[in-house]
């Protein structure tokens, strides 16, 4: 049958038994069959994930640098804006209104930024906020929602201390801010942003408000009814399992309440990471990504309130990298491991195998024992019937041949005796002439 020359779980025989060499069954050619199948589906399911770059291995650690990076503030990177919520409500919509508030931003140093809360803004680099343009959401469209992004503030100005002169964001000499090295690095840099009240000063002029500054009791009214500030800003999680896009970018919120003698400094904290992939199918060639994560929002509230700030934001850059790796497997072990994998089916359904082999085999061996001795006893029987026949024949030939020998001495006798008759007429006829 199809299902016995199926069969490859049974030992090997040196002699040819009904064509073949193995000691066939259909037990075993049914177990051989399955294990095909599974071993066929097995192999799919490593092929599969060969070809769609599924299950990678991956590796995580984190491990401490001098010199973290340095990471920009421009729409492309980290990207951020400040909007305003009213009172009692969570969500953004109301316009900032920057004839109450202003923004600025100043990079600065870990020993020095309490110093730079009083310095001269003429003497250091600085950057101003104004009305969010369509061009800021560039590299975000897909994350923000373009109507409260364009009621919010977004960096608008750069003040160089060195040129002693404002460029805007389309301008040859601007740059945009950046958060450097990481806190334990004597070069560390950090990003501050002080919401204070509105000034009639250059400030005003520059921002191109060419309204009057309200009064302080127009922002008690919006202290009084709950007012707070949300700054928002692009953080990036890692999906490992995304084969195409595993760096995903999406809006992070961190919300503050407005105080009228306190404000509160928030330091927010982000880790440099390290992402890498290894993507080629024979080598271990691997891309290498540079990028960030939050970490954590430390705030300090109830400070003191002297120099009209409501709100301050400090972002840092973390000295410990977040490493990911993740490697997808090459052909040759996909190969390896299809193999491996073909090899153990055939283990475990040779042992499934063994015992029904050892019936089969214990009762094939029985009938055919016991066919050659019934064979063998035809076969007598059938010499000693083919046997008498010969010897019936032998004596029919005897018997035969002893009636041909008498017949022929009969017709011997009687030619002998017509003879001597023919003689003795004649002789008789000769006398009688005579």
Same mark, same amino acid.
């Given at each position: ?31 051989? @069959? ?86 001269? @803004? ?22 923000? $929602? ?5 009621? %919010? ?36 840099? #950090? ?45 990036? %999680? ?18 503050? %309440? ?46 003191? $309130? ?8 400090? @972002? ?21 491991? =299809? ?15 063994? #015992? ?5 085999? @214990? ?24 046997? $008498?026949?010969?010897? %019936? ?22 030619? =002998? ?18």
């Amino acid at each position: 049958m199809f299902l016995k020359h199926l069969d490859i779980l049974t030992p090997r025989i040196t002699l040819y038994q009904q064509g073949i060499l193995f000691h066939s069954s259909i037990g075993s050619g049914i177990i051989s @069959l399955i294990s095909f199948l599974i071993t066929i589906l097995g192999s799919i399911y490593y092929l599969i994930e060969f070809f769609g770059r599924k299950n990678p291995a991956v590796y995580y650690v984190q491990y401490f640098t001098r010199d973290a990076g340095t990471f920009a503030f421009d729409p492309n990177n980290l990207f951020h804006y400040i909007s305003m919520i009213n009172g009692g409500s969570s969500f953004d919509g109301e316009k900032f209104d920057f004839n109450t508030f202003r923004l600025i931003g100043t990079e600065t140093y870990l020993n020095t930024y309490l110093d730079d809360l009083n310095k001269d @803004l003429t003497k250091i680099d600085h950057w101003l906020y104004g009305p969010c343009v369509e061009s800021d959401i560039t590299g975000v469209k897909n994350l923000v $929602n373009k109507n409260i992004v364009l009621n %919010s503030a977004c960096i608008r100005k750069f003040y160089s201390s060195s040129k002693k002169k404002y460029f805007n964001t389309n301008e040859l000499n601007f740059r945009w801010p950046k958060i450097a090295h990481g806190t334990f690095n004597t070069n560390n840099k #950090f990003y501050s942003v002080f919401l204070e009240k509105c000034q009639q000063d250059s400030l005003n002029i520059i921002l191109g408000e060419n309204n009057q500054c309200k009064t302080d009791q127009n922002i008690n009214n919006i202290i009084k009814d709950g007012g707070g500030v949300h700054f928002n800003f692009v953080d990036h %999680s890692i999906d490992v399992l995304d084969f195409d896009e595993p760096n995903k970018k999406f809006m992070y919120r961190i919300q503050s %309440s407005l105080e009228r003698e306190n404000y509160s400094a928030n330091h927010i904290n982000f880790n440099p990471v390290v992402f890498k992939t290894s993507k080629n199918v024979l080598t271990d060639e691997t891309d290498k990504e540079f990028t960030y994560m939050f970490e954590t929002n430390t705030v300090f509230s109830n400070v003191q $309130n002297g120099n009209g700030i409501y709100m301050c934001y400090y @972002l840092w850059i973390n000295n410990r990298i977040q490493h990911f790796e993740r490697r997808y497997k090459k052909l040759q072990d996909t190969i390896s491991d =299809i193999g491996g994998y073909a090899r153990v089916i055939t283990f475990i359904a040779s042992l499934f195998n063994y #015992f029904y082999y050892n019936y089969i085999t @214990l009762h094939d061996t029985q009938n055919l024992i016991y066919s050659m001795y019934y064979n063998e006893e035809n076969i007598k029987k059938a010499r000693n019937i083919e046997l $008498n026949k010969n010897i %019936s024949l032998k004596e029919s030939e005897k018997s035969y041949n002893k009636l041909n020998l008498s017949t022929n001495i009969n017709r011997e006798e009687n030619n =002998i005796n017509n003879i001597i008759n023919n003689n003795n007429l004649n002789d008789q006829k000769k006398k009688i002439y005579k």
